[in-house]
């Protein structure tokens, strides 16, 4: 297997774990969003690629929401970005911003539609 094959892979495991703890957040803004305040803080799961991780980041319902904007993008704690398959895009004090490369920009773009969006871009 060729050495960009398996970069492509890795990009892709990690966006599909990125993806799920980006599911986990969504839920989590859903819950509070008829409870905060857009200013007031709220706990997201930190959203790397290593699966146990279980940091928590503190960032407003309106922080959250702007990282949300771009499908490729996920927030992390400070040292757990991997830039074999990310890039930083941003610096905060209790979180990066980091988007996915290549393959896995590409699958976390897809894992980001509704699944009645999908159907219809594959048909």
């Not at 407003?60 to 927030?75: L, M, V």
């Not at 988007?99 to 969006?117: F, I, S, V």
Request: aromatic share 4%; proline share 6%; net charge negative.
């Amino acid at each position: 297997m060729s050495s960009d094959r398996l970069i492509d892979l890795q990009r892709e495991r990690a966006a599909r774990n990125q993806a799920l703890f980006r599911e986990v957040n969504e839920r989590i803004d859903e819950l509070n969003a008829g409870l905060a305040p857009d200013e007031r803080e709220l706990l997201y799961v930190c959203e790397c690629l290593d699966p146990s991780c279980a940091e928590q980041i503190a960032m407003s319902h309106q922080d959250y929401r702007g990282i949300r904007t771009d499908p490729a993008e996920f927030f992390v704690a400070p040292g757990h970005e991997v830039l074999q398959v990310e890039e930083v895009v941003d610096r905060q004090p209790r979180w990066l911003i980091v988007r996915k490369l290549g393959a896995g920009a590409r699958l976390a773009t897809r894992l980001a539609q509704p699944p009645e969006a999908e159907a219809e871009a594959a048909s």
